[in-house]
Every structure is written in C-alpha cells, then in structure tokens.
C-alpha cells in the first residue's frame, strides 16, 4: 500500500460561500498552503521531474488524486476554460465556475500592488468573501516603489514605504476599511427552533454577529442577547458573570485523528 493514504481523507471548513470554505479546507490540508492556487502544483511537477507542464496538467485532471485541485489551479493559469476542465474532470461546472472565479480574483490581485489595492475596497472585500487569507493576498499583490499609505503599518509599527507586502500590511489596510469577520452560528436545528448550540465560525460574509460578544454588536435577532454558553450555564445554576470569556487554542488545522480532541476542547 505504501505511506501514502489511498483515501481522499477529510478536512473541515465552515463558511458561507463555496469559495470561501474550498479555501480554509485546503489550508487545513497544509499549513504551507495558502488557498487555491497552481504553485502547489508546480511543487508536484517539479518532485516528480516532469517536463511537460501542460501535459502533466491534463493527466493529472483526469483521475482522482491528492493533488489533482491544484492542478485545477494550474490549468487554469495556463489558460484552459471551465468547459475544457470539465471534459477532462468530469466535475461539475457549478464547481469549476467558482474556482475558476478564485482563480479570477487572485489574477486580478496579482496586475496591482498595496496602493493601488488601497483605492479598491470593493476587490479586498470580494477576496475576503471569497476565503483568501491576509498573507496569501499579501503574496500575490506586487511590490510597491516608495510609496506611503496611511494608516498601513507592520508588525513592528514601521509605516508601509514600499517593497514586498506583508500579511500585517494587508490585515492594517482590511481594519482601515472596518472590514472585519463576523461571527456565525451554525443552525443544528434547520430554522424549526432557535438554535442555542456552541458551534461558531467566522465569516466575513456577514454584517452582524449571531451571538453577542463583550465590544461588538449583538444578535440579529433582539428577543435575545444572550449567547449560547450563558444560557447553558444559567440551565446549570452558575453564577459566572455572562461577560466571562474563554478562547480554546487548537493544536492546528482539523484532520483524521484529531476528532477526539476536537470534540472535547471545543464542545464541552
């Protein structure tokens, strides 16, 4: 059988637009992994010793294996369309059309740098809808030639003059914007009672947060502000005060034999 599992295995994700939830899986598959994107694919061709890039692209389309999304990437930086992808994969063109609209997105990114993404809210908000990540749209955008925006510093508080983008300078110009993620709660119960369940994300396809938070506005629906936890703690009698708070720190992405943690560090 070998080292390698014969199994597409699983990862979990949560969001609210396909885009958005393709992208945090296939983070969750790597932590070197940014998103959607051909470089992982390049990596492939190069570890097998390929020549032939185009070549290797379409075989890889047409059978199911660990790298063959990627290679969905790549064959659309080398200019295939979603039909022809389709042909080749037989997956779904619903499918294809978003990550080909991933593929869009990053395309677009790529022709600017900082200052000029600073003029285009519409296009950071769009990228943080559709799942990209501060760094990865940092790595994408092109180095900027002295040149100051207000408001973009780094981690070190150093004002953005120009050269590479870092991901603190994207997360400063997203703030400047107030574009931020909300919090979304997952409905266990589909809309036949008010769900009062712990399972959370963020999205930043959102406008309001569906539980209450200390500093941040509160439920969309106003016969309750109470969030889910100090309910279950009113249930039990406890007299913590409702603005106690508790953030659990994971070990990192979900995979195959992580569930029992999982399940324990974020549900009990």
Same mark, same amino acid.
């Given at each position: ?36 994107? %051909? ?9 097998? *010793?390929?020549?032939?890039? @185009? ?79 501060? #760094? ?6 092109? %180095? ?13 508080? @150093?004002? /953005? ?37 712990? /399972?959370?994300?963020?999205? /930043?396809? *959102?406008? @309001? ?7 941040? %506005? *509160? ?8 969030? %889910? ?15 106690? #708070? ?5 070990? *990192? ?16």
């Amino acid at each position: 059988v070998g080292s390698c599992m014969k199994s597409v295995g699983e990862v979990m994700a949560i969001g609210r637009t396909f885009e958005e939830v393709i992208q945090k899986a296939l983070r969750m598959v790597d932590e070197s992994c940014c998103g959607f994107e %051909p470089e992982r694919f390049d990596n492939e061709i190069m570890h097998r *010793g390929s020549t032939n890039v @185009e070549l290797a692209v379409k075989d890889e389309l047409q059978r199911p294996s660990p790298a063959r999304i990627w290679s969905i990437a790549k064959a659309y930086e080398l200019g295939m369309t979603v039909d022809e992808v389709h042909q080749l994969t037989k997956i779904d063109c619903w499918f294809l059309s978003k990550l080909h609209h991933i593929h869009h997105l990053r395309s677009s990114l790529k022709s600017m740098d900082l200052a000029e993404l600073s003029r285009s809210e519409a296009l950071l908000r769009e990228t943080k809808r559709c799942g990209f990540a501060d #760094r990865q749209i940092a790595r994408d955008l092109r %180095p900027s030639v002295q040149v100051s925006i207000d408001g973009v510093v780094d981690e070190g508080g @150093e004002e /953005y003059t120009g050269g590479r983008v870092k991901e603190a300078h994207v997360r400063q110009l997203r703030k400047k914007f107030g574009l931020t993620p909300c919090v979304k709660q997952i409905d266990t119960l589909a809309a036949e009672f008010p769900a009062e369940t712990n /399972y959370l994300y963020l999205t /930043y396809s *959102g406008t @309001e947060n569906d539980v209450s938070l200390a500093g941040c %506005p *509160g439920r969309a629906d106003s016969d309750s502000d109470t969030a %889910p936890v100090d309910k279950a703690m009113q249930r039990r009698g406890s007299k913590e005060p409702s603005s106690s #708070r508790i953030v659990v720190l994971g070990c *990192g992405a979900y995979r195959i034999g992580s569930s029992v943690e999982f399940d324990w560090c974020s549900v009990s």
